[in-house]
């Protein structure tokens, strides 16, 4: 199993491959991946079925030092930005015929620079390494999203299911009120904890220091790259170039935004008489342990262990129980998630027993409890 899951890791890869494939055969295909994601791949995943199993006590350290991990992760930032590349030139070269085929086309490329790329940030941003944290920040500028590397580390993992938390999805709120949210109140609180990190400094807000500045003008002088680079294969200046970029990039800080969704939906820690929150345990979030749709996204669906211990490394990441259960993986929910009663009906009960469990356990779950 342990060999099984290192190859399984490259998964990932499949998604850009299918995406290219898509634009050449042109038309209808342009769906392929979209259709993989949310077709083909819940079927297989629920198929297969869980994996429960984690790295024994006594190899956890090898693994977590093994560079193969790490290698996976630094070829796919070098493989996205090669990919938006691509998309460019299809652009410059490759006349789309119907606006379903652009649909088809932003669709996929969102999927592969939020669903997987986005993932991949979200694990290297965490690392103490300088040069992964760049890697992560280069992934961010892809998705016009670099303000996350400072909200998620910085707000999200400090007030995680907690009431100051926008990417905490509150209880019977929709996937659609809760974007609003998280989106801009996010970004607010980003500048917030900036602001805050540079007066404790003695720095001005507005200056050269402040990265949130930096974070807003990268993603357009990217785009402006693109655009060159455009220029250079054609000798002409194509417009739909920028709208590509950007609408690619809504597409994959959206499916981000529903990640966060289906990760925190009304999970709420117990407030201490001392005004605190209890401390972050493997209770405070939904958990997936699907074998296939973790591959694909690199353990996130672990998100319990992640909340818990938040520098592990993806292929440590634990399962855990007592923790509350998704009934599906990520790709299923997602689309779950976007039909509110679908998701209330599929959700609520399973919180409510969580709720219930926590209650009556003082915040520790029988052994055994599922969600």
Known sequence: MHAIKKIGFYTAFILPAITVLGVYLGGWYNYLSPVFVFIVLPIIDQWIGLDVQNVPAESVKETEEDLYYRFVTYAWTFVQVA?????????????????????????????????????????????????????????????????????????HHVTVATPEDPATARKNQNFYAFWIRSVFIGYAHAWKLEVESLKRKNLPSFSIYNTLIWYSLLPILFTSLLMFFGYLLTQQIHWEIAVFFFAQS??????????????????????????????????????????????????????????????????????????????????????????????????????????TAVSNTKGIPAPGVSY
């Not at 892809?142 to 996350?148: G, I, K, S």
């Not at 939904?286 to 993806?314: E, G, I, P, V």
């Open 83 to 155: 990919f938006i590349f691509w998309c460019v030139y299809a652009i410059s070269t490759q006349a789309f015929s119907h606006l379903r085929e652009w649909i088809g086309f932003i669709l996929s490329v969102g999927l592969v620079t939020g669903g997987i790329g986005i993932t991949v940030a979200h694990e290297l941003g965490h690392k103490k390494s300088t040069l992964e944290r760049f890697y992560s920040k280069v992934l961010l500028m892809t998705v016009c999203y670099m303000h996350f590397y400072i909200e998620h580390n910085r707000g």
């Open 250 to 355: 809504v597409v994959a800080f959206t499916l981000l935004e529903l990640v966060n969704y289906i990760e925190h939906y009304g999970i709420v820690r117990k407030k201490l008489p001392n005004g605190h929150y209890e401390r972050v345990n493997p209770l405070h979030s939904w958990n997936a342990s699907h074998l296939l749709s973790n591959f694909f996204l690199f353990q996130l669906q672990r998100h319990s262990d992640h909340h818990a211990f938040a520098h592990k490394r993806y292929q440590i990441l634990n399962h855990y129980d007592e923790s509350p259960q998704l009934p599906y993986g990520y790709p299923t929910m997602i689309i779950i998630a976007l039909v509110p009663p679908f998701w209330f009906h599929f959700m609520n009960k399973r919180l409510d027993t969580w709720e």
